[in-house]
């Protein structure tokens, strides 16, 4: 098989490329060339979607499946479908579940509203881009596209640093803030999970929208910690407090504390997507404890949280410790 992967550098992005290169397919790689080099037997092709005749690299070749992770204008999206559409096989874009309109449901599926979009749009919030993005590649490729409304996305290489943040806190050791319940769902894939459903996806000619993340309720935020505790070996204490004192100190769920996000929250819906049709795909993902530890490793070997390929910086996420203590501190014995 032959990989066209759009981007190949990042998070996401790298992830496919190293699966797709366990399977012995034949990869390339479109990007700008600036954030890294691709592994050893990938060809780079160089180019900026952005730029008058930013294409050009793609004008020649053909490939069986397109992986993209795209999350600018829409309109850039369309042009390189448009150029590459009679030269692929099928084209794979990584969404995300930000597309639902709200009020989101609890269960949300493939079939409920998204935000209005434009799919000539040059700007727009993260939303509107991806919901963008789907639309203008389905008015050129129509069910030869399949869309990947990705859920939160954990496991080495991870560029925003959710799990990391709790690596790192827990392996600073002492009294940790752990935000209750303990027994509250947690729904999230491994990085690699996804590279692999996105690649048997492309072979497979999957097309239309589809919830790409894990079972509701697999994992619990207890067993989060616990698991992160095991990987650190740390000497910290997890001290367990009920949501409604964390939110009434102003602490902002997913992030001051990544990941998080308890019972009846407006962004509660994020951890209770409907993925029936991902697993009827053959979805298949890996243990926490295994994506934690393997996190963990990786963490330890590159030294921090990578910047995120082609995108500007992001806020930190996590808590401050002095906030945290200072919390702690007001709490009861």
């Not at 881009?129 to 290489?157: N, Q, S, T, W, Y």
């Not at 509660?268 to 298949?284: E, F, I, P, S």
């Amino acid at each position: 098989m032959r990989l066209l992967m759009l981007g190949g550098t990042g998070f996401v992005g790298g992830a496919t490329v190293s699966e797709a290169l366990d399977r012995g397919w034949s990869v390339t790689v479109f990007n700008r060339g600036r954030h890294g080099a691709p592994p050893v037997g990938v060809r780079r092709l160089v180019g900026d979607r952005l730029t008058p005749d930013g294409l050009g690299a793609l004008a020649d070749g053909e490939w069986d499946v397109v992986v993209d992770t795209w999350d600018g204008a829409p309109r850039a999206a369309g042009q390189v479908a448009r150029l590459l559409t009679g030269r692929i096989g099928h084209y794979v874009y990584v969404s995300s579940g930000s597309v639902y309109a709200p009020p989101v449901p609890a269960g949300v599926t493939e079939g409920d509203p998204v935000v209005e979009a434009d799919p000539e749009a040059t700007e727009g919030d993260y939303p509107q881009l991806k919901a963008g993005a789907e639309r203008a590649l389905r008015e050129v490729l129509g069910d030869r596209v399949l869309l990947a409304r990705a859920g939160l996305i954990l496991g080495p290489g991870e560029d925003i640093g959710r799990l990391p943040w709790w690596l790192g806190r827990i392996a600073r050791g002492g009294e940790v803030l752990a935000p209750g319940p303990a027994d509250l769902p947690v729904q999230y894939i491994d990085v690699r999970d996804l590279a692999a459903y996105l690649l048997d996806s492309g072979a497979a000619r999957r097309g239309g929208p589809v919830n790409v993340v894990g079972r509701p309720g697999s994992a619990t935020f207890g067993e989060l910690l616990a698991a992160c505790l095991d990987a650190t070996g740390a000497d910290a204490r997890l001290r367990w407090v009920d949501p409604e004192r964390i939110l009434a100190a102003g602490v902002v769920p997913w992030n001051d504390l990544p990941i998080w996000i308890p019972p009846n929250h407006e962004w509660r819906w994020l951890q209770q997507k409907d993925v029936t049709r991902a697993y009827a795909d053959g979805l298949r993902c890996r243990p926490l404890t295994e994506t934690v530890a393997d996190t963990w490793s990786w963490l330890r070997g590159v030294g921090q949280v990578p910047s995120r390929a082609g995108r500007p910086p992001r806020p930190p996420v996590g808590l401050d410790p002095y906030r945290e203590a200072a919390l702690l501190a007001t709490l009861p014995g």
